[in-house]
């Protein structure tokens, strides 16, 4: 939401272009270090662990009244990334740490056997409010193209006249190659993006960006190849599973197939975004949007 | 198209297919340590080694490639003298690892370990003699490097340098008294090294891991004052999934 109405705004105000994606703190802190030259084409909004956090620490906190000092607000990532994400700079929407601990699957993995919980038997259930379903948008954030797709799903609806069949699947950036590219109409105007996965290869894009050998609007980085389905922080898979099963596509199939099956498949559509903005933030890119959601950048001092 | 025949049956592969890579496909497994496909392909471990008609010494199947020079040949993948050697490399890279095996964040899944007990070794004091003794970096939020069970295998290395072009580890010294770790010695911390961990999920062995921080989390869980929250991501479910890893 925040994402997509930030690119739309800089489209029409002729801010930085190519806006890029700041989801993955791995590649923020790329570009911190190795790439501060882009730092104004960052997207300021913060990373969907540190927008949940903020929302949990104000919204959600002031909504049961619990003071924000007394919860501990933990998060489950595929990432290690996310541990020092969490102690970043301009990260605490209500005075103290949007994220308080940050966990990796396979510590996850550590504490449910450790707890002695038959996963497995457990039936399904749905989480507690806030934020408790997902949208099919969300869920492909873990793949590769999967934040452009999520972007594009709001941001090409919102640019077309909101009509509620407006584009859902965008396939051209789906797909385990370091580097893609597509090309998509938009209500008259022509969007580029780029989408990259691999910081190897996310320095090679940024090096033709900035040699004007490529010419894109919009550009997805994840730090992991394949993105966060094959994070620093999932499961490890030996070489003998890796050397011959792409666990990058097989990851990414699990999560295109739960989005399928989603009945709200767009951010905007989500019923929790909905409230959430209805009794807090008003609209996207508004004053306390900025103040809970969105973030700063500065160039690292550990530079290459 | 090579003909050649591996533990006496004839195949015929592609030129310029390593010998790893046509007993895969014909459904001969070799086992490997050091390599890590598309990033790692150096030969360095021995794990992968092959008896070949006519070579007067053992070779790594990993980086053969295949070529009309080798039509007829045949190759021996599980010979006497392959598996004593492979045995023989497995103690030689035990002699200089702590084998703290019962408190490793790796046990289980530990690629190291699975070999050893694939390969028999029944004697982890089999050479006995100096060890390295390095300090451990626990310099970085999100992770710690353990040299003392690092086999220098340079997984790492390459994911770090390949997949993110970033190369913040490399070999330091030489000979014995090899290790894997940042430019002169310095901090993990002190590099530009982003956290992305890639390097851990290369990693064979338990010398490189994230940080445990369930502890804080079993403790705030316990703390009646405490409202504990959580959030997972959406990639977290697309592994979890896997059986073997929950009991």
Known sequence: MEEANEFIDRVKNGDVLPMITSCSPGWVRYCEAYFPEFLPNLSSCKSPQQMAGAIIKTYWAKKNNIDPKNIVSVSVMPCTAKKFEIGREDQSAAGVPDVDISITTRELVKMINKAGLRFNDLPDEKFDSPLSEGSGAA?????????????????????????PDSPVEFNEVRGVEGIKFAEYNVGGTAVKVAVVSGLANAKKLLTQVKNGEVDVQFIEVMACPGGCVNGGGQVIQPAEVRNFVDIRAERAKALYSLDTARAVRKSHESPDIKEVYANFLGEPGSHTAHEVLHTSYKPSSLSK | MVNIKINGIEYSVEEGTTILEACRQNGIRIPTLCWLKDINAIGACRICVVEMSGARSLTAACVYPLSKFDEGKNILTHSPAVLESRKMTLQLLLSNHNMDCLACARSGNCELQALCKELGVDDSSYFEGAKNE??????????????????????????????????????????????????????????????????????????????????KVWEALADPEKVVVVQTAPAVRASLGRLSVIR
């Open chain 1, 139 to 163: 869920v492909i954030f873990g793949a590769t193209g999967g934040v452009m797709e999520a972007a594009l799903r709001t941001a090409v609806w919102k640019l077309t006249g909101e009509a």
């Open chain 2, 134 to 215: 390095f300090d451990i970096d626990t310099s970085s939020k999100h992770m710690y490097r353990d040299d003392n069970k690092c086999i220098n295998c340079r997984r790492c290395v390459a994911a770090c340098e390949k997949y993110q072009g970033i190369g913040v580890i490399g070999a330091n010294e030489r000979g014995f008294k090899t290790e894997i770790s940042c430019a002169f010695g310095m901090d993990l911390a002190n590099t530009a090294c982003v956290s992305c961990g890639q390097c851990i999920t290369a990693c064979p062995t338990g010398a490189l891991s994230e940080k445990d921080d369930t502890d």
